[in-house]
């Protein structure tokens, strides 16, 4: 029932959220990530413009990662039903990058189960962001996360 | 013994290469192999590199074999 | 950009979810609840089968409460923009009965206003549920909320 | 003076209505209407009656005025 995965075609959150409606469970979380155009520098107040993402994964080994991570989600939430799918290649601006799903029960552990996996993948899954902007690109720095995290 | 190098983001760039074929002596750890790496592609050497020995994560004393797949990488940023 | 609405029809989550990509965006936390066909009672471990749920609502008022709270949200987290749409009547097992998604900066705020805001509508938006079983039907008790939340 | 009273959810599945019209004397509270209603509605008794005045939550204390709207229901389930 778990999803992990990675793809190259545009990602609809709607099918994610949906696909699985486990009888047992009264609410699903859905985290949808995007590229967002303006980014506010918070040392500074400046804003920066971005064009455009472009994502690397080592592929193998991200879905190895988001499988473990899945794996101990599901022991150390009461949940039922998770689902992760990353965008690889350029990604637009508002599309989505990333979605993490999860069904349950009650909605508490739902909220807890979305938002410890995604700081998860954020933390292990082997995936690279470069951000393109008007006058140059670089490759997303995780320790200025405030700033980059969906 | 033969290695697999593959490199990641940042560090591919760096190295301006994804994949290395490299004959290293025994007893070689990662954090040694790194080491020759930094020294063959200077421009590694200003990146923080991270490592996994047959897709998983390992750290710098992780002794290597014959035929391993190590690969090295910035710090991830997916999300 | 916020939405507050009742409807008598089937809710898309992948449409509100994403109705609004603001460009100053980059994360939307959407919680989706439905009817659960089996629940478990944590008193005595029995498990009740629903067959279908009907909500009803004092509209005008409702309407009212959940502008009030989407006006609450938005002074008390960084985010950018609500929709909280509730279904009204007869509603099938799995099918949503409520959503409210965020869309904001960073996904930390949008997760704890989503949280806030499905709590709050639970607490005060003046609408009842009513469960329909094989052998009978009752108003949800909000006492037992930890039962019946979706 | 007159009140317009809506009943919802299981208040009206007790009274078996779900709009009322009441002539009241002045300076009758929220909590007195109830007390009126209950008397009228006998199976209104076992139930916890919340309430609003013009769409708005109220307290029992509260006094109404000619033409209010009343709304008295069971705590809210929504969700």
């Known amino acids: ?5 990675l793809t190259n075609r545009p990602i609809s959150v709607g099918d994610v959220a949906r696909r699985f409606v486990p009888e047992d469970c009264g609410a699903t ?5 995007y590229a967002r155009r303006f980014t506010r520098n918070l040392a ?18 991200a879905l190895k990662e988001m499988k473990k991570m ?19 290649g350029r990604v637009e601006i508002g599309e989505t990058s990333v979605v993490v799903s999860v ?37 997303a720095e995780p320790s200025s996360s405030l700033g980059t995290q969906p | 013994m033969n290695l ?5 983001g940042a560090a591919a760039e760096a ?13 070689i750890t990662v954090g040694e192999l790194i080491e020759i790496l930094r020294r063959d592609y200077p421009p590694l050497d200003s990146l923080q590199l ?29 999300g």
């Open chain 2, 4 to 8: 697999k190098i593959l490199l990641f």
């Open chain 1, 29 to 33: 979380v859905t985290l949808d990530g």
């Open chain 1, 70 to 88: 899945i794996a101990r989600a599901k022991t150390a939430f009461r949940i039922s039903a998770v689902a992760v799918i990353h965008r690889l």
């Open chain 1, 1 to 5: 029932m778990d999803i992990a995965e």
């Open chain 1, 103 to 139: 069904a349950a029960p009650h909605r508490h552990e739902a909220f807890a189960a979305c938002s410890w996996l995604i700081g998860e993948l954020k933390r292990t899954v082997p995936i690279w962001k470069k951000e393109v902007y008007s006058d140059g690109e670089a490759w």
């Open chain 2, 50 to 78: 991270l490592s996994a020995v047959n897709q998983e994560y390992a750290e710098a004393e992780r002794r290597l074999n014959d035929g391993d797949e190590v690969a090295l990488f910035t710090p991830v940023s997916g």
């Open chain 2, 15 to 27: 190295a301006k290469n994804r994949d290395l074929s490299y004959s290293v002596g025994q007893d």
């Open chain 1, 44 to 61: 500074n107040g400046e804003i920066r413009q971005t064009q455009y993402l472009v994502y690397e994964a080592y592929e193998q080994m």
